[in-house]
């Protein structure tokens, strides 16, 4: 099968940043599953699976733009400890602090009374390396159509109240 919008994909990838140091990999994982044409994944990852086939290794470099966006400044602030929430706690480097809408922020630093907070993606501004390999495909069933996810097959023909 070719790798088309509506089918679940299983794939072996892995992220490199330009100088070749690995971000990411399920490689000695089990393989991740999308729904090709979902927005499982990055839009231009899917791009260059599309067309592909089982066993076909597929090999791409994002710009940030094609990826997780250029680094904004603007996203940084500095707040008076003082005036950091009391419902996230005591500050803390590395700590992710849930914003409105969803979306999230990281203390990167605590300096004098101030917290710094990024709301930039970790990855924004990188240049990425993608290699994918294809272990298999197949077709979306109803459910995943309508969940725009894969769901484990033995859930599939389990049914309502299903505990597997």
């Not at 070719?2 to 140091?21: E, H, L, P, Q, W």
């Not at 597929?58 to 990826?67: D, K, N, Y």
């Not at 950091?84 to 990281?106: K, L, S």
């Amino acid at each position: 099968m070719v790798v088309t919008k509506n089918n679940i994909i299983s794939i072996y990838y892995s992220v490199t940043d330009m100088d070749g140091n690995e971000i990411d990999s399920n490689k000695g994982f089990e393989p991740l599953q999308y729904l090709h044409g979902g927005e499982n994944i990055l839009p231009s990852v899917e791009a260059a699976l599309e067309g592909a086939v089982i066993n076909q290794e597929i090999e791409v470099t994002l710009e940030p733009h094609q990826a997780y966006g250029d680094y904004n400044d603007q996203l940084v602030i500095s707040l008076d400890k003082e005036k950091f929430p009391a419902q996230f706690g005591h500050p803390e480097q590395g700590m992710i602090v849930d914003i409105d809408e969803g979306g999230e922020m990281v203390i990167i630093a605590l300096k004098d009374n101030k917290v710094i907070l990024d709301g930039n993606h970790p990855l924004a501004g990188k240049t990425l390396h993608y290699n994918a390999k294809i272990v298999s495909v197949r077709e979306a069933t109803i459910n995943e159509l309508q969940q725009k996810h894969p769901i484990p097959q033995q859930m599939e023909i389990c049914g309502p109240g299903c505990c597997c």
